[in-house]
């Protein structure tokens, strides 16, 4: 498998609901992430994981919870969004972990509407 | 943090003519720079990538620069064809940070 996935490919959600991404890789990379994407705009780092820890928090309010179970999967718990969360989320993952630089391989993606 | 800069915002080619996109970044300590292809709807994709211990690098049709004194680095993509038409991020990491230019818009023209 060389893909990274992501469940679901799209999500609805109210203000006051708790929902979880998904993302998924079978590669054996050490180091996984959570971008952000609006419309038109380049992707935002959210977070870095590196050997299932959590190694960067680009100041991420908390109603975005990262959580990474194992080294194949990522999840991004979601509680209490805004409408202006409303993004296409993407995950991500590079074979080597926290300070080696090397190639970032994107899943397709989530696309979040907060209503 | 980094910061990196990406010009055209859009470019508008005909199909077999060259398009060149520019970026420029201001960490020193960025050592890796990707270049991805967006389509509608679509995943971020590598096309090229080249590291700071190198000045250039060729795949086919596409073409790579770096001046790392003048923090420049360059995409040539020659012989455009239609299927080229996406939004282009150049990008730069230091570790595990990756930062994105704006993007460029790019329509090859038939």
């Known amino acids: 498998d060389t893909e990274v996935t992501q469940t679901p490919k799209h999500l609805v959600m109210g203000m006051t609901n708790k929902k979880s991404l998904k993302c998924e890789q079978h590669?054996?990379?050490?180091?996984m992430y959570w971008y952000k994407q609006k419309a038109k705009k380049p992707p935002e780092l959210m977070f870095v994981?590196?050997?299932?820890?959590?190694?960067i928090n680009e100041s991420v309010p908390s109603r975005f919870s990262p959580e990474c179970p194992n080294s194949s999967l990522l999840n991004l718990h979601l509680h209490a969004l805004q409408p202006e969360d409303s993004a296409l989320y993407l995950c991500?993952?590079?074979?080597?972990?926290?300070?080696?630089?090397?190639?970032?391989?994107f899943g397709p993606g989530t696309r979040l509407t907060v209503l | 943090g980094e910061n990196v800069e990406q010009h055209p915002s859009t470019l508008s080619v005909q199909e077999g003519d060259s398009a060149v996109i520019k970026c420029t970044y201001s960490?020193?300590?960025?050592?890796?720079f990707p270049w991805y292809k967006q389509e509608l709807g679509k995943r971020p994709q590598l096309i090229i990538d080249?590291?700071?211990?190198?000045g250039e690098k060729k795949d086919q049709r596409i073409a790579v620069t770096l001046n790392k004194t003048a923090k420049h680095f360059s995409l040539h993509i020659t012989e455009t064809q239609p299927e080229d038409s996406a939004v282009y991020f150049c990008a730069a990491a230091a570790g595990n940070k990756l930062t994105f230019g704006g993007g460029t818009r790019v329509l090859v023209k038939p």
């Open positions: 590669m054996g990379h050490r180091a």
């Open positions: 080249i590291r700071s211990n190198v």
């Open positions: 994981y590196s050997y299932e820890k959590l190694s």
């Open positions: 960490d020193s300590a960025s050592n890796y």
């Open positions: 991500a993952s590079s074979q080597l972990g926290t300070g080696n630089t090397d190639t970032q391989y």
